[in-house]
């Protein structure tokens, strides 16, 4: 039995996520990327979110992007496109208080731009409201 994946799939993360992290496929669509880009932040692991982000908005990253306690992933909802796809999520972290007073809960709430890019999706950016 594996662990169930990070982005809250309810599918085991040895044929979810993992198969993308690992590079032995890529995601065929919108919502498997921003699930696996998740994970991967999860996971830290920066050379995947290099390669999912649209070169044109790429940011410089560094470990410090990866400081954040992700807890868990909602997809809200996605719209599948044939070159531009959007999916609204909710990703929750945990917010550690000054002096030890314990932990809240919050949430990243985004909608985001996907293109397809070289036949691949990447993400492109947060959009202000759906389209
Ligand atoms: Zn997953």
Not at 48 to 74: A, F, V
Not at 115 to 128: E, F, M, Q
Request: proline letters at 5%; glycine letters at 6%.
């Amino acid at each position: 039995m594996s662990a169930s994946c990070y982005c809250c799939s309810g599918k085991p993360f040895s044929q979810c996520c993992e198969i993308y992290l690992s590079g032995k496929a890529y995601p065929n669509t919108a919502e498997a990327l921003m699930r696996s880009r998740y994970s991967a932040y999860v996971t830290g692991n920066l050379p995947y979110l290099r390669k999912t982000w649209h070169p044109d908005t790429c940011p410089e990253l560094d470990s410090n992007d990866l400081q954040t306690r992700w807890t868990r992933l909602e997809v809200i909802k996605s719209k599948q496109g044939l070159k531009k796809s959007i999916v609204e999520f909710k990703a929750w972290f945990s917010d550690e208080r000054e002096g030890g007073a314990g932990s809240e809960e919050r949430a990243l709430h985004e909608i985001s731009l996907f293109k397809l890019n070289k036949k691949r999706w990447v993400y492109v950016s947060p959009l202000d409201a759906w389209p």
